[in-house]
């Protein structure tokens, strides 16, 4: 089974941190970001595709050093325009209909069990409850912990939300969705081809940590007390 990982933005709201480093090698708990996400894959993970951007050439260095047993591929992604263009740059890797994978957020921190449990799941989406006002994409489930619709809140909302985080168990027609727009942004996210796949393949939630996000150099020091 393959693990996508998506590591090509910079992370600019983490301000200096990130001026020499890509965000997912900014350390937490003694480790680059990056690195915890390898640990937490179980054995049945075989081959890891990463996509790079910012620094990418650093990100590519750690890890084949770092993992020098671990099968690795990586990509560039050319246009720094959100994660759904940035998804869709690995189409090439999947030949097989309907090949399961993982996907993976270069800025998520999953312990192995939430990977497990994840994989657990046909198809799954690693969830978290968030107490602060941040941009999120926001999930709607039903009384059975599947998924009803995912919204894209680029505006923060004042209400504790169930975040969508960046673990989720998927089959290669999601390449088959259409990338969309948002307008005011600027960028590819990827709600829209969720909900598409989600109508064709329901997705169980996995609960995470709750307020567990990385987005200013306040975070990183939170989690690391």
Known sequence: MKAVI??????????????????????????????????????????????????GNKIKRYLKEKFPLVSFSFVRQDRLVGPAYALLQV?????????RFILIYGDELPSKTEIKKCLSHNYSCLCHFISKPIPTGVVKVNKDGMIIKLV???????????????????????????????????????????????????????????????TTPADIERFSK
Do not use: W
């Not at 985080?165 to 948002?182: C, E, P, T, W």
């Open 91 to 99: 189409k090439d890797f999947f030949t097989k209909p309907q090949e």
């Open 152 to 214: 894209e809140h680029r505006k923060p909302t004042s209400k504790p939300v169930m975040a969508a985080g960046g673990v989720m168990v998927l089959n290669s027609d999601i390449f088959n969705y259409r990338k969309v727009l948002h307008q005011k942004s600027g960028e590819y996210y990827l709600t829209p081809m969720l909900n598409r796949f989600n109508k064709a393949y329901p997705m169980y939630i996995v609960l995470g940590q709750d307020d567990l996000y990385f």
């Open 6 to 55: 998506l590591a090509a933005g910079r992370g600019r709201r983490m301000g200096r941190l990130t001026d020499t480093l890509p965000k997912p090698l900014i350390s937490v708990l003694g480790k680059p970001i990056i690195h915890h996400i390898i640990e937490s894959l179980p054995p049945s993970i075989d081959h890891i595709i990463v996509v790079i951007g910012y620094q």
